[in-house]
């Protein structure tokens, strides 16, 4: 494989990402599931590289897996996105920053639309003003947060007491990353690296020392998929694009999975359980899982902050084998404690751990 | 008669029309932006459908042009022409001027780049070469994957960059089936045990004898033919590419494993050619070809008085329907100069 | 399953590598025709046990070329070998023989499973 014709790739999709002053809209899933991630976002965009970011707590979900399942009609969905907008301008903010894969999906398929469509636009202006009273602008800039982590990348580099490198061997560790099909699949001018060879995730790996994995089977959907996991008896569809996908990746023998996406993290995880669950076949090595980390995580992770402050806890497979093989010292301990020591229950069947 | 035509593109139709006219008694100065004439051909090993050399064509070509009324420069970017009381002023980029009284254009073609096809992985996957690419093989006599082992599976992709609104080409470059078979059967002789497969959606066999040699390709050299257009390649940890079709036939997806997949690269309106649309005002069509004057009894003529074209900056064509055009668009000036330029 | 509510699906796609091709490979072998065919469907359009049920040859065909043999091995008994394809097939395929052989290769291919 040649590396020079992915930089040329790389080359025909540079995106504009804002350097400062983010309105941040947060994701249902992540904030429900594993929310140590938009946490340590947070931190780490005031705290470490000293950005404005603002969260409004009149910020809604945008109604994107409502959208997706047939139950949130079009019209409504852009007066919700709109009431965002309207939310950001009353704010002051002008650059929007994206928690959640699906969520851009719609902003960016809207702000699409309202561009093709003026007419939708003024449709949707009326509506929410009849609706809330309330006025909107169009953002300046729209980014998913992981273009943002990606945009101060090697800052991140610089301030990591880890590498992605195994610690015995000294060899970089082996990255599968996954950006979610609404991240790029439907405008791949809005993702960094386009669609079929994206560089938002893959840059973070490199510049945080390790390598990355392509498979067969990397641009695959993760299985998602919406209405084949909200309904029971469709989840087998679900189930089945994850197992092709993690048997593609399964000779590479990768160390971790890095998603994009509330959902593909939450199901490339949870659905690993599953299998295991159903006939025993697991995808890593030793009989072991394979992590599965946002971004954040990551991050936080060579940065060296303590993993139970990330909340990498709280997924289905747990990171452990990672730990030990980048050697970051943790205590397992404290895993499942409160802030103030307090003894919490620990789940049973955990993967990994 | 001292009449001048300047010849724009040293290919096989600028050669041809330039040697046409210089055996007419005009004037005539080539320019060819290349080193060598020769264009496209040049990079040609055999050609369909008779699987002659390309050599041979090109020695005709060369033949042609060996004439004292042509002035040949090459390595020459014609980079402007303008109109001068009825005749022309064309200025090159290393500040020539070059007085002529009508202009044949015969700036041919570009290869589609296959890169822009970014599914495929042209220019990242290393054994996913481009129809050209395999041209050169076979000139080495020699056909092997990148780390030097020698393929037992080849694909062919048919459409690579033509009828395909994703790249703006929209129209079918009409060549590349026939190469793909002929390329596909000489795949089969060099390797004799090779297993060869087209992907295509149709199987476009125009031209006089290609329809044979397709047959001949199926009966004679078990070439496999699976209707579909690839969509995807991708590569597994063995370095083997991995194909995934919809086999049209069967009405379901189909997944292959190959050692080598060659793109078949579609026919675009050159650079250069597009560049003297800008400068001089020629129409171009939807598919930006030169834009005929007429389809059917004015495709030597645009736009401009004075101005003709020949070859394949009009629309994709063969070597033979190329000179065939350009033998045309010599009648065309004859007539033109010698009747007071109308 | 009965966990769950929901199982793992085998998938749609045809596995190429994987199939057994060998019944195409014998009828090519003893047919050579049968390469031939570019999968007009004038055999199909024409065929009088089509008309009525599920059987097409240009169908089968294809199928027996990737080595859906599962999909052929019973279908192929259908034929009444009237003839009708053989005479308006425009590639000149001796379908008969095509058929004749399939069935010949699927009894040999069952034989030997006994």
Known sequence: MKAEGKKRVWADYQKDIADDHFFYVRSCIRQTFFPGSEQFFLHLMRKVLGKDVLENPSHTSCTGIGYHSDIVPLRTIMAVVARHFALMKESGYKNIAISCVTSFGIYTEILETWKHFPRELEQTREDLFKATGREFDIPENVAHTSDIIFKFRDEIAQKAKYRLVNRDTGKPLRGVEHIGCHYAKMFPKHGVGGAEFPRVLSGMIESWGGEIVDYPERRHCCGFGFRQYLVQANRGYSLSNTAKKFESMKPFRPDFVLTNCPGCNMFMDKWQYTIKEMDGTVYGEKGESIPILTYEELAGLVMGYNPWDLGLQLHMVQSEPLFRKMGIEFNPDDKYKTKDGRQMPVPQNLINS | ?342 | MEKFGFTLLKARFIDYDANDRSIAEFIYSKEPSFRVCIECGCCAATCTTGKYTRFSLRELNILMKRGENSLVRNKIRECMLCGKCTLVCPRGVNTRNVIALAREAYRKEQDNAV
Not at chain 2, 190 to 214: Q, T
């Open chain 2, 1 to 342: 008669m001292e009449d001048r035509v300047l010849v724009v593109g040293g290919g096989a139709a600028g050669m041809e029309v330039a040697g046409r006219l210089a055996r007419s008694g005009y004037k005539v100065t080539l320019t060819e932006k290349e080193s060598l004439t020769g264009g496209h051909i040049r990079n040609w090993f055999h050609l369909f459908p008779d699987r002659r050399d390309s050599l041979e064509v090109l020695s005709y070509l060369e033949n042609q042009v060996d004439h004292g009324n042509i002035t040949l420069l090459t390595s020459t970017d014609v980079e402007g022409i303008e109109t001068r009381h009825g005749s022309f002023l064309a200025r090159t980029a290393d500040d020539r001027e070059i007085e002529a009284d009508a202009v044949v254009l015969a700036t041919g073609f570009d290869l589609f780049r296959s890169e822009r096809k970014e599914e495929y992985g042209y220019g990242i996957y290393d054994n996913v070469i481009s129809s050209a690419d395999l041209e050169i093989m076979f000139r080495k006599g020699e056909i092997r994957r990148h780390d030097g082992e020698i393929p037992q599976k080849i694909g062919f992709v048919h459409c690579v960059g033509s009828r395909d609104e994703k790249v703006g080409n929209v129209y079918c470059s009409k060549l590349c089936c026939v190469a793909a078979v002929k390329q596909a059967m000489e795949v089969r002789e060099y390797l004799k045990d090779a297993k060869v497969f087209c992907f295509y959606m149709d199987i476009r066999m125009g031209g006089a004898l290609y329809e044979e040699l397709y047959r001949e390709s199926q009966e004679k050299y078990g070439v496999n033919y699976i209707r579909g257009k690839v969509s995807e390649i991708a590569e597994n940890i063995n370095g083997r590419l991995i194909v995934k079709v919809e086999d049209t036939l069967a009405g379901r997806p189909l997944k292959m494993e190959l050692d080598m997949l060659v793109l078949m690269a579609g026919m675009e309106m050159s650079e250069g050619g597009r560049k003297i649309a800008e400068y001089a005002g020629l129409k171009t069509g939807e598919n930006r070809f030169f834009a005929p004057a007429d389809h059917h009894f004015g495709s030597n003529r645009g736009n401009l008085r004075g101005v003709f074209y020949a070859g394949t900056c009009t629309a994709p064509m063969n070597i033979t329907e190329s000179i065939s055009h350009a033998r045309a668009a010599a009648a065309d000036v004859i007539e033109y100069l010698s009747n007071g330029r109308r």
